[in-house]
């Protein structure tokens, strides 16, 4: 007999030993408590957390060794109903809460950074009635597992599927933008048409100077109307970057004015620009990005009322500085040193992405540029960016005539309309297919002063109707609409034959996005972006006559699948 008592106690110290080793290495938080809410056991990651030591926290109420453990008081006013709910049913509940530790020097209870500082952590809990044996609750076992990864996770997957649907939307809203701008811009191009067609013929002296000066403005209006499309555009698609010298001061001065209507009057905006030309070589879409970036977000630090200031200038030949600064709330350090994170953001939910300031570092690094932030809190705040000017990245065949040669971004400019093409047999015959009307209406007009016979059509089924007649006019050369509603201009040159036999022009009011746009750009066939002026258009008709049909047949087909 004294042996079983022997061996069973040994077992039981087995037992005791082993459940030790296990309450002193869960990784849980284990706890329990009396009726009294006194803590009766607590494992050692509790006490680090709590930051106690246990001759501490024995005996203690758990509801004031919580509180000084971190634990919020709504949380603390839920374990009084929990813990109530537990005694009285006696079935096991779940709890959750969260704790602000007093100290972290363990890595497996610590949320800290690399600076030390604590984070709030986050435990779903499950309580168990421990019964006596009449069946009374008597204590409570809480075991309790931090969750604060896992929150973490969902928090993080939220802000990616929030950031994927954003850029879903803006994906939307390009494909949107880009078949308003299609239809907008032939619009422009008509207007813009008519409106040097009636300069050409009001241009003599009997006419009454305020019809020139009409004229002039309406032509001044459809040129803005083209920049703001073609700005738009810009916003909404993902493309490469697209490089020509440009004026810096155009850029901003353009951006500005658009973004103007987004800023509230308590705000005003001065600029600070040198008389001289800023001239760089980039993608001047992805650079007027960066400056309506930098200032929507100055926009957003100020809350009350006060100044953006936009500054450019010329630090040494090959260098110039851009840096937009307001007088809003300022950053601390920490916050400065993130805020090119992607995702990060100090604005409140709905307000940003945490993409912005990401978008604008990788387009000034894709710019071979570099940006720095000054700012302080309650200083305001800088972002000042350099770039590299068209002195030291323009090719060599782009540099001439720098000083002249800003460009607006719109393809809608003052010319000495009609250009005529000397031809010493027969007129040469071209055929339009475009499906606005008002467009074939004055190419038809624009071509027969400029000396050619003009054949036009609204689309591919009627192009392919006029190619198959028995007494259709032979066809020098063809303009044609890249996207037609019942086809592409490409598919229909194809189809009959023509695109290495005969000189061909292509145009359209998209902005490059489309897959045959794109191919034929890279296949080095001459495309005309609308809206175009028509002195460009017909100076590049009559750069595809002087080539030939030779141009078309030494293009990479390859490219357009051919």
Not at 294 to 299: S, W
């Amino acid at each position: 007999m004294e042996q079983v008592t022997d061996s069973l106690a040994r077992e039981l110290q087995r037992q005791q030993r082993e459940l030790a080793l296990v309450l002193q290495n869960a990784p849980e938080l284990i706890l329990r408590v009396d009726g009294e809410d006194r803590l009766l056991f607590a494992n050692p990651i509790a006490q680090r957390l709590i930051g106690l030591g246990l001759e501490d926290i024995i005996g203690e109420p758990l509801f004031n060794i919580a509180r000084i453990g971190g634990i919020p008081e709504e949380d603390l006013s839920r374990w009084s109903e929990v813990r109530n709910q537990v005694f009285r049913s006696g079935e096991a509940h779940d709890f959750a809460f969260s704790i602000v530790p007093r100290r972290s020097t363990e890595s497996d209870i610590s949320d800290s950074d690399s600076k030390g500082e604590e984070h709030t952590r986050y435990f779903e809990s499950r309580l168990i009635p421990e019964f006596d044996e009449d069946g009374n609750v008597v204590s409570i076992l809480g075991i309790c597992r931090d969750v604060t990864e896992l929150r973490r996770t969902e928090r993080e997957l939220a802000e990616h599927r929030e950031t994927l649907q954003h850029s879903q939307r803006l994906e939307a809203i390009g494909r949107l933008a880009g078949g308003v701008a299609h239809d907008f811009n032939n619009i422009l191009t008509a207007l813009g048409g008519y409106t040097q067609l009636l300069k050409h013929i009001t241009s003599d002296e009997s006419c009454d100077p305020n019809v020139s000066r009409y004229l002039g403005e309406l032509e001044s209006g459809v040129q803005r109307a083209a920049r703001l499309t073609h700005q738009l555009l810009l916003f909404s698609r993902k493309a490469p970057a697209e490089r020509e010298v440009f004026d810096m001061r155009d850029a901003i001065e353009s951006m500005l004015g658009m973004l103007g209507r987004i800023i509230e009057p308590r705000i005003s905006v001065t600029t600070d620009v040198p008389s001289d030309p800023l001239e760089v070589y980039g993608d001047r879409g992805k650079l007027e990005q960066v400056v309506a970036n930098l200032v929507i977000n100055a926009r957003d630090a100020i809350e009350e009322d006060g100044t953006i200031t936009v500054s450019a200038g010329r630090i040494t030949d090959e260098r110039i500085a851009l840096s937009v600064s307001d007088t809003g709330i300022g950053m601390s350090e920490e916050v400065c040193s993130r805020v090119f994170e992607p995702y990060f953001t100090t604005k409140t939910s709905g307000l940003g992405t945490g993409l912005g300031l990401a978008v604008v570092e990788s387009i000034v690094r894709e710019h071979d540029g570099s940006i720095a932030v000054d700012s302080a809190p309650g200083e305001g705040t800088t972002f000042t960016i350099t770039l590299p000017t068209a002195l030291s990245h323009a090719p060599s065949g782009e540099r001439d005539g720098l000083a002249s040669s800003g460009t607006d971004g719109a393809a809608v400019h003052d010319s000495s309309f009609p250009v005529v093409v000397e031809n010493e047999l027969d007129r040469i015959s071209i055929l339009v297919v475009e499906d606005e009307e008002g467009i074939r209406d004055i190419l038809h007009t624009a071509l027969g002063e400029g000396g050619y016979e003009v054949y036009s059509a609204a689309g591919v089924r009627e192009a392919k109707e006029f190619w198959q007649r028995d007494e259709r006019p032979d066809i020098d050369a063809f303009i044609l609409d890249v996207m037609l509603p019942d086809g592409t201009g490409l598919a229909l040159a194809k189809d009959l034959g023509v695109l290495e036999k005969l000189p061909i022009v292509f145009t359209s009011g998209y902005l490059g996005d489309s897959d045959d746009i794109r191919q034929l750009e890279e296949a080095g066939y001459l495309f005309v972006q609308k809206p175009y002026s028509l002195d460009r258009l017909l100076e590049t008709l009559g750069r595809a006559l002087e080539e030939g049909p030779t141009r078309n047949a030494s293009a990479d087909n390859s490219a357009i699948g051919l």
